[in-house]
Nanobody
């Protein structure tokens, strides 16, 4: 069973940076998973942030472009850790950030897929708070 565990959240001031991590386990290297970051603020709907496929192709939503960078550690051809480098943080970036994974997936055209696309595995989230 795939397990995802996020870490790296915290409290920063506006303009600051954070690097989120998502430790993945039991992801078979023979399956092309996409891994993604989502976020959800209190009282708001979940938003997509960025995703990456096994080959390293990435896609971003508008909220992430130019400020956030998704990357992964594929040492030994095994998906180990997903990262989200977040720069120039704003108070509106305050949210719980979740890592998710979906098998048999590839990033096409640098686009983030529709939010109604099913993601099979989710982490429990890590909290990010940005103060002004």
């Amino acid at each position: 069973q795939v397990q995802l565990v996020e870490s790296g959240g915290g409290s920063v001031q506006s303009g600051g940076s954070l690097r989120l991590s998502c430790a993945a386990s039991a992801m078979s290297p023979s399956i092309n998973y996409c891994m993604a970051w989502f976020r959800q603020a209190p009282g708001k709907e979940r938003e997509g942030v960025a995703l990456i496929d096994r080959e390293g192709a990435t896609g971003y939503t508008d909220l992430a472009k130019g400020r956030f960078t998704i990357s992964q550690d594929n040492a030994g051809n095994v998906r180990n850790t997903l990262y989200l480098e977040m720069n120039a943080l704003k108070p509106e970036d305050t949210a719980t950030y979740y890592c998710a994974a979906r098998p048999w997936c590839s990033v096409v055209g640098g686009l983030f897929p529709p939010l109604d696309m099913r993601w099979d595995y989710w982490g429990r989230g890590t909290q990010v708070s940005v103060s002004s």
